[in-house]
């Protein structure tokens, strides 16, 4: 599945969270990671995650997430909600 990440692609952490647009990959300590960009209502976040730690969000999850209001925030505090 990390094969099919790449800049344009919709991810999600595994762990859940909300849904980002991978910007771009690089290498980092020998790992490759994923720069993401995310929104949480109009303010736009940005972080790096392993590629491990991350999975491809398919159309038919996305469409179903947005029609419930899910898919903001920011990963980093989403436990604290």
């Known amino acids: 599945m990390s094969d099919q ?3 344009g692609v919709v991810v999600q952490l595994k762990s859940g969270g ?8 690089r290498q980092w300590q020998g790992q490759t990671e994923a720069d993401c960009d995310w ?3 109009t303010k736009q976040h940005s972080g ?5 730690s991350l999975k491809v969000v398919t159309e038919e999850r996305a469409s179903s997430a947005a029609e419930v209001g899910l898919g903001g925030g920011d990963p980093s505090t ?4």
């Open 48 to 52: 790096s995650f392993p590629l491990t």
């Open 18 to 25: 909300p849904h980002m647009t991978v910007d771009k990959l």
């Open 5 to 7: 990440i790449k800049a």
């Open 39 to 41: 929104f949480e209502g």
């Open 78 to 81: 989403r436990w604290m909600r």
